[in-house]
């Protein structure tokens, strides 16, 4: 399949690159299917000098394709993929900034590296896969906004930061390594799981949801009540549901459905859930 | 039409346009999902004094289910999505979510959609929780077993019903033998339900009585022991007829299953005291689907001769 190939000319070493870059630019051409030409002569803000997107960037072809691979990318570089469109594949060779994917609305972004804060940042629909590291508020709100994603699926090959799944309306959250402090925190729905550890404050001031964990945390919030052990039937559904994914989340069997179940946080009133695995 | 001694009378069978949707219930075995489905089935054999027209379709084995568990297929018919939805509802409600370890989900995909867990969650009393997993919503209901998982709607179509055969035949044993022969041919195939007993109806109707509170009356032209009327078409030989009453979700289906069951009542031919079949119908002004029985036996015919 062809694709056009976005290559970023600077330095890929974050050391020598001191501002950030604003890349919401690279959606509105996708979306709109701009011309090449056209997309060259955009303006872009770096720090305080005016440059044009042609400057920096190299451009293949006209964003007519629905495979869109964007090369030497670095971690300054933010909103990656925002509100991609049903259809429309990004892949993205490198690390990425903060805000990758956010407002996703059904879109599929790669990104083969590491990214930064708020990757999903209340993303609506659609796929963003991290094989790499994922950072704090995955899967969370814009600052000041009520609730963080409404649907999609966030996969991370590697571990994620603090705040997983702030106040994460919808959809799941897949990470294969670890997940940071105050997972879950003021989760309102959703599912987030992982196979690695998990930290501190796991789903403080959640209200509904599922956490779905493979070992039960250190501490295990006062308003988390343990219900007992189940055999819960909607786990084989979620499975096949994961197992969709390459991941590693496919060596659990569809038809594991032994758990611990917690309800909390009762503190604020809420009856999520916090699943362990059992045998 | 004459195969094996049967005549096959030059008539058609008619039905009417329905609503249908498929719902496949799952369990810890075979025995409860069977229970569920047999209850919920249950009191479903005619539209006219049950609401809806249901049957069990088929068995669907673990790897077939939505959650790995054995499961069978039930599927109903009405004559409007108001009166189904409704039904399937209260159905669902008191039939399969009381029944041990029981999961209900949608058996067709897309298209329109009726409610299924969708107001069967307030059970819950706010501890019912939703899952949307893979573009579907599920409804997880606390019980005293567990959860009862419940898909929140599941597709409709439309469908036919009143597909019949009706067999004329020398006795009571005979009639029966070529109707459960039927029964169990018709069985083997999908898409389709006979929602009457055991899959036979002994009381067939004709439209409207001589009282004027009654819609359908017992049709009294194929009843043997009024043979002495003008109006009875029965032959001196019959002594028993009876119906096999087809519900399908196309045209294709129906007809299918009118071929598969004459060919079985056939088979066992004249030689088994059976001497005709025919089909029922109201003169062709009631219903737009008309299954005329020579047409679909024309291949068949062919084989036999």
């Given at each position: 399949m062809t694709h056009t190939t976005v290559t970023y000319k600077g330095p890929s070493d974050k050391s020598e690159v001191k501002q950030r870059l604003d890349m919401r630019w690279l959606s509105h051409a996708i979306c709109e299917s701009i011309s090449s030409d056209a997309v060259k002569k955009l303006p872009l803000l770096v720090g305080n000098e005016k440059f044009t997107v042609g400057d920096l960037f190299d451009i293949s072809s006209k964003f007519s394709n629905q495979s869109i691979v964007l090369e030497?990318?670095?971690?300054?570089?933010?909103?990656?993929?925002?509100?991609?469109?049903?259809?429309?594949?990004?892949?993205?060779?490198?690390n990425v900034g903060h805000f990758a994917g956010a407002e996703l609305a059904g879109g599929k972004l790669i990104i083969d590296g590491d990214a930064q804060n708020y990757a999903g940042c209340s993303m609506k629909k659609g796929l963003i896969e991290i094989t790499g590291d994922g950072s704090d508020y995955i899967g969370g709100a814009f600052a000041g906004d009520k609730k963080g994603m409404s649907g999609g699926t966030i996969l991370v090959h590697g571990s994620s930061g603090n705040f997983t799944g702030?106040?994460?309306?919808?959809?799941?959250?897949?990470?294969?390594?670890?997940?940071?402090?105050?997972?879950?925190?003021?989760?309102?729905?959703?599912?987030?799981?992982?196979?690695?550890?998990?930290?501190k404050q796991v789903?403080?001031?959640?209200?509904?949801?599922?956490?779905?964990?493979?070992?039960?945390p250190k501490d295990v919030l006062t308003g988390f009540h343990d219900c007992g052990r189940h055999n819960l039937g909607y786990l084989t559904l979620l499975l096949h549901d994961l197992r969709q994914y390459k991941s590693t989340f496919q060596s659990l069997h569809p038809m594991r459905r032994r758990i611990q179940r917690y309800i909390g946080d009762t503190t604020v009133g809420g009856q999520g859930e916090m699943l362990i695995w059992i045998g | 039409m004459i195969?094996?001694?049967?005549?096959?009378?030059?008539t058609f069978a008619e039905a009417f346009s329905m609503r249908a949707t498929r719902v496949i219930i799952t369990a810890i075995n075979y025995k409860w999902a069977r229970h569920a489905a047999e209850t919920m089935t249950g009191f479903a054999t005619s539209v006219i004094g049950c609401g809806v027209e249901a049957g069990i379709e088929k068995i669907i084995g673990n790897h077939e289910t939505p959650d790995g568990r054995p499961g069978i297929s039930v599927l109903l018919f009405s004559t409007d999505k108001k009166t189904l939805e409704k039904q399937l509802q209260t159905r669902i409600g008191q039939c399969v979510l009381t029944c041990p370890t029981t999961a209900v989900f949608s058996g067709m995909k897309g298209g329109d959609q009726i409610a299924l867990g969708k107001n069967i969650r307030y059970f819950g009393d706010g501890f019912q929780t939703s899952k949307n997993i893979g573009g579907k919503r599920f409804w997880r209901i606390p019980v005293m077993d567990g959860e009862f998982l419940c898909a929140e709607s599941t597709g409709y179509q439309k469908a036919i019903g009143g597909g019949n055969i009706l067999v004329f035949a020398r006795g009571i044993s005979h009639a029966l033998l070529a109707c459960e022969a039927a029964i169990d041919a018709i069985g083997m195939l999908p898409n389709i339900i006979m929602p009457f007993p055991g899959g036979g109806v002994r009381s067939g109707s004709k439209v409207g009585s001589k009282y004027k509170f009654l819609n359908a009356s017992t049709n009294h032209p194929f009843c043997p022991t009024l043979k002495g009327r003008p109006d009875n078409v029965l032959g001196k030989n019959i002594e028993a007829c009876m119906e096999i009453v087809i519900d399908g979700l196309t045209k294709e289906d129906v007809a299918l299953a009118m071929q598969r069951g004459i060919e079985a009542i056939c088979d066992l031919g004249k030689s088994q005291g059976i001497e005709k079949i025919t089909g029922g119908n109201y003169g062709g002004d009631l219903g737009p689907y008309h299954f005329h029985l020579r047409?679909?036996?024309?291949?068949a015919y062919n084989r036999y001769i």
């Open positions: 030497n990318s670095n971690t300054n570089m933010d909103y990656i993929g925002r509100a991609l469109a049903t259809n429309i594949e990004l892949t993205v060779k490198g702030d106040l994460m309306r919808r959809g799941t959250i897949m990470v294969v390594g670890n997940i940071g402090d105050y997972c879950a925190s003021r989760m309102i729905a959703g599912t987030i799981t992982n196979l690695g550890t998990i930290g789903g403080v001031g959640m209200r509904r949801g599922t956490i779905l964990l493979p070992h039960k | 195969i094996n001694g049967v005549e096959i009378e030059d047409e679909i036996m024309h291949d």
